[in-house]
């Protein structure tokens, strides 16, 4: 199985600040990589598709890069709103996996 | 607009056996592969298993081949997921997600979620 390793395991970050979570694929996935978010005690959604395709709807200061097996997920300045843990998931090989997530809080 | 809702999940003694069911809505249920994604309590998320959209090719996690079995029927707008030889480690919420393409390893994200139903395995 692909094993998803994200870092860091969570982070606190003030209002309006730059955030980046990484994802590291165990091995070549292309870019078949989406990454979600998971507000407390709601269902995960989808963010970006295909390491950098924003989902409809979801804020332009979410972005997402790829560079080989390592991914990034971008937030340009952190709203309140943004407070959740991220997940990336691979699907560039049967079982789907998921990293372990990403808690983003505020400072 | 996409609606999932799921419903079956229940507690249930281990060794026992549940029917899970997602009723699909807003969207033509019969053009997409589905999915169902798994989430232990304070735990991250294990995709479970997948359906292509007329249910000719499915695919299972390890964990639960040989024990659960998926589903659809396109005339009702529904997934399913028969959960049999339930074990402690299966409690969880089930989700069911809508996937991006017909088949299901091409596209293979999750762009609508149900708000999931729980399943706890106990004595």
Not at chain 1, 66 to 84: K, N, R, V, Y
Request: hydrophobic letters at 35%; charged letters at 15%.
């Amino acid at each position: 199985d692909i094993q998803m390793t994200q870092s860091p395991p969570s982070l606190s970050a003030a209002v309006g600040d730059r955030v980046t979570i990484t994802c590291q694929a165990s091995q070549d996935i292309s870019n078949f990589l989406n990454w979600y978010q998971q507000k407390v005690g709601k269902a995960p959604k989808l963010l970006i598709s295909d390491a950098s395709d924003l989902e409809r709807g979801v804020p332009s200061r979410f972005s997402g890069s790829a560079s080989g097996t390592h991914f990034t997920l971008t937030i340009s300045s952190l709203q309140p709103e943004d407070i959740a843990t991220y997940y990336c998931q691979q699907y560039g090989d049967l079982p789907f996996t998921f990293g372990p997530g990403t808690k983003v809080d505020l400072k | 607009e996409v609606q999932l809702l799921e419903s079956g999940g229940a507690l249930v003694q281990p060794g026992g056996s549940l029917r899970l069911s997602c009723a699909a809505s807003g969207f033509t249920f019969s053009s997409y592969a589905m999915s169902w994604v798994r989430q232990a309590p304070g735990k991250g998320l294990e995709w479970v298993s997948a359906m292509s959209r007329r249910g000719g090719t499915t695919y299972y996690a390890d964990s639960v081949k040989g024990r659960f079995t998926i589903s659809r029927d396109n005339s009702k707008n529904t997934l399913y997921l028969q959960l049999n030889s339930l074990r402690a480690d299966d409690t969880a919420i089930y989700y069911c997600a809508k996937q991006g393409a017909e088949v299901v390893v091409i596209n293979a994200y999750f762009d609508s979620w149900g708000q999931g139903t729980l399943v706890t395995v106990s004595s």
